[in-house]
C-alpha cells in the first residue's frame, strides 16, 4: 500500500509539473483568465480561469478570488471585492474551477455571476484550509458532508489520486433544497467513474471505493431531508448498510452553511471522532472559512 501511494504521489507532482496553462494570462498583478462558465439554476453556477504558473495547492483548500468594486463616488478609486472560494479542480489540472452561489444584492457574486470567458479576475495564489488530507490521522473509510457549494473542495479531493489510494471507501453526501441544484455534484461523480487519468493511475475499478448520496430538503426527490436528521434516525446507516461512525477507522471533511457545520460537529463528536487540524490531525476537519 505504501509503495502504491508513493508512485500516485510522485505522479501527480510529475503532472503538476508538466501540464502547465498553455492560456496567456493578463499583465494585471494577481488577474486571471476566464475560459468558461456554466450555469446551472438562477443560484449557482460554475467557472474555470487560468491557473497561476507557480501556483501550488494541496486538494482541498481555498484562494481568494473577487472582480474589482465599483469607483468611489469621492475618490474614483476601485477596492478589490474579494471571498474565500475553494478551489473545485484537481491538483493536476493546468485550469482552476470554482463553484459559486449567485446572491442579486451580493458585493461580489452580483458581479461575478455574469463573467464571461475572456474575461479577467483576481485571483490570490496564496491557498490555505483545513479540509486537507494532512489535517486527518489514518483510517479506513473516509466522508464527504457537503451543502450546496459546500460540495466544491470536495470535487478537488475527489479527483485526488491520494484519496482513494489512502482510504477503502469513500461516501459522498451532498445535501441541497433541489433536484437541480444537485447537478453539479452528480455530473462530478459520473466524470470520476469514467476518468481514464484516475483509472490509469489507480487501477480500473477504483470508483467502486465511492457512495454518492445525494438528498433534497424542498423538493420531492428519492431521497429527502437534511443529512443531520439522517445521521440521528440512523437512516443513513441503513441505506448504506454500514454499522454506524466508529472513531478508530472513519474519517470526515464537513463544508457546508454554519448552521450544518455546528450541527455535524456535535454529531461526529457524539461519535467520539475529535477535531483535527493541519498542525494537530484528528478524525475529523471542518472548513471554517466557507459559508454557503
Not at 508512485?7 to 498583478?29: E, F
Not at 462558465?37 to 486538494?59: C, E, G, I, M, W
Not at 461580489?108 to 486537507?132: E, M
Request: net charge neutral; aromatic share 8%.
Amino acid at each position: 500500500m505504501g509503495t502504491a501511494r508513493c508512485a500516485c504521489k510522485d505522479m501527480t507532482i510529475h503532472m503538476n509539473i508538466a501540464r502547465q496553462p498553455s492560456k496567456a494570462v493578463p499583465a494585471l498583478p494577481d488577474a486571471q483568465t476566464v475560459t468558461d462558465v456554466q450555469h446551472y439554476t438562477d443560484s449557482l453556477f460554475r467557472f474555470r480561469t487560468t491557473r497561476p504558473r507557480s501556483l501550488r495547492f494541496r486538494a482541498g483548500e481555498f484562494v481568494m478570488i473577487g472582480l474589482m468594486g465599483d469607483p468611489d463616488p469621492a475618490t474614483g478609486k476601485q477596492k478589490p471585492l474579494l471571498r474565500a472560494y475553494s478551489i473545485a479542480s484537481p491538483t493536476w489540472d493546468d485550469e482552476l474551477e470554482f463553484y459559486s452561489i449567485k446572491v442579486q444584492n451580493g458585493p461580489l457574486t452580483s458581479k461575478l455571476q455574469h463573467i464571461k470567458p475572456g474575461n479577467s479576475i483576481i485571483l490570490r495564489p496564496k491557498p490555505v484550509g483545513t479540509l486537507v488530507h494532512d489535517a486527518l490521522l489514518p483510517g479506513k473509510r473516509l466522508w464527504f458532508f457537503a451543502s450546496g457549494t459546500g460540495i466544491a473542495p470536495f470535487a478537488s479531493l475527489l479527483r485526488e489520486p491520494q484519496t482513494y489510494d489512502d482510504y477503502e471507501q469513500i461516501i459522498l453526501t451532498h445535501t441541497c433544497r433541489r433536484v437541480a441544484e444537485l447537478k453539479y455534484g452528480a455530473d462530478l461523480v459520473e466524470s470520476i467513474r469514467g476518468d481514464d487519468l484516475l483509472q490509469e493511475l489507480l487501477g480500473e475499478g477504483f470508483s467502486e471505493k465511492l457512495t454518492y448520496y445525494p438528498t433534497t430538503t424542498r423538493e420531492s426527490s428519492p431521497k429527502m431531508g437534511r443529512i443531520t436528521s439522517l445521521l440521528r434516525n440512523g437512516s443513513l446507516f441503513e441505506d448504506l448498510g454500514i454499522d454506524g461512525i466508529d472513531a478508530a477507522t472513519d474519517r470526515a471533511m464537513v463544508c457546508g452553511s454554519m448552521s450544518l457545520n455546528t450541527e455535524m460537529k456535535e454529531i461526529l463528536e457524539g461519535f467520539g471522532l475529535r477535531e483535527g487540524a493541519n498542525a494537530a490531525p484528528a478524525e475529523y476537519v471542518v472548513e471554517k472559512a466557507f459559508v454557503g
